[in-house]
């Protein structure tokens, strides 16, 4: 069975509002943001010798020393063609700790955050959720969205004003979303896959970052190379007609399910630093070409001083997505 992305789009009815939370929980569990920030700060010698004494017989205490908070930005402007009630921009803002401390981010509340388009519409972002310093524009005119327009974040907090400068990159609309049933493969178990068809842009230098919801709640297979099926770039075939892709070879969903697929259009740039992270965390556990553990410059800087530096990006997407539902006649 094949149920074709128009009539098939995302969950009907929701707002910025009801999905910002999950699409920035999607986002940090993706890149184990609480294990990627506490690197912040601290000599990658002191945390190979702290990893180095795990293996040891002998327990030895190793102490880092306290690193200075910095600003996490996680923010987009958001064109959904598929669904455009989601259409929005939102600024999640929290501040980093030490590398060994496993209470929750920090987030910030007190925050004065704008975005300016390339018309000069200025949109200013309330604080929507406190307990996770998410902000979302509300009020006032919204912004100009079309891919290639351009967007300033602004963020005045601490005494520091914290820049980013974007270009919304070109999404790439879904032609099909259907489920195939797959045999055991090489350690993979049987079971159902969801699968898309796309075209890719003919101009080269388009990316798409993958996210997946089962039921509407953000799912992924943190195994190692999936990282190369979640972020996936054209840059050697343009144009190039993708039949049967999985975005997740091991989501399994029952009768039933609701399985939602998102394309995130990426620019090069948000491309490579997002595989960095996917690499670097969750996704590369066991691999032994993963990049080593270091911090991942973002795209946001601070404008005041040169200390202390933020972490995260700004991006700006236009997005496609589509839904199914399993049917009964697929499962043996």
């Known amino acids: 069975m094949r149920t074709d992305a128009e009539s098939s789009t995302g969950p009907s009815g929701l707002t910025v509002i009801a999905n910002f939370r999950e699409r920035f929980n999607f986002r940090v569990m993706y890149v184990s943001r609480e294990r990627f920030l506490r690197l912040s700060g601290v000599p990658a010698l002191a945390v190979f010798a702290a990893l180095a004494a795990s293996g040891c017989e002998r327990i030895v205490d190793v102490e880092l020393p306290s690193a200075e908070p910095r600003l996490v930005v996680e923010g987009r402007v958001e064109l959904n063609r598929s669904v455009p009630g989601n259409s929005g921009a939102w600024v999640r803002l929290t501040v980093t700790g030490d590398y060994f401390d496993s209470s929750p981010a920090t987030p910030v509340t007190d925050a004065e955050v704008r975005i300016t388009d390339q018309e000069e519409t200025l949109a200013e ?23 290639g327009y351009t ?29 195939e049933w797959e045999e055991e493969f090489i350690g993979r178990p049987a079971g159902l896959r969801v699968k898309v068809d796309y075209t890719d842009p003919p101009e080269p230098g388009h990316s798409i970052l993958y996210e997946l919801f089962l039921n509407g709640e953000p799912v992924i297979s943190p195994v190692p190379g999936n990282e190369f099926r979640l972020v996936r770039s054209d840059r050697y075939r343009p144009g190039e007609e993708v039949t049967g892709f999985a975005p997740d070879p091991l989501l399994d969903p029952d009768v039933g399910d609701r399985v939602t697929v ?35 410059q973002g795209n946001v800087v601070n ?23 399993v049917p009964d006649t697929l499962i043996p």
């Open 125 to 147: 972002l309330s604080l929507v959720d406190p307990a996770e310093g998410v902000y979302v524009h509300l009020d006032g005119p919204p912004l100009a969205m079309a891919p």
């Open 262 to 296: 998102r394309q995130v259009g990426l620019t090069t740039t948000l491309h490579d630093y997002m595989l960095a992270v996917f690499e670097q965390n969750a996704l590369g556990l066991g691999n032994p070409y993963s990049i080593p553990s270091a911090t991942i």
């Open 303 to 325: 404008s005041t001083s040169v200390n202390p530096r933020p972490l995260g990006y700004f991006g700006a997407h236009e997005v496609f997505e589509a839904t199914v539902v």
């Open 151 to 179: 967007y300033q974040l602004e963020i005045r907090w601490d005494g520091d004003t914290y820049l980013s400068d974007v270009e919304m990159a070109m999404g790439t609309p879904i032609d099909s979303l259907y489920f």
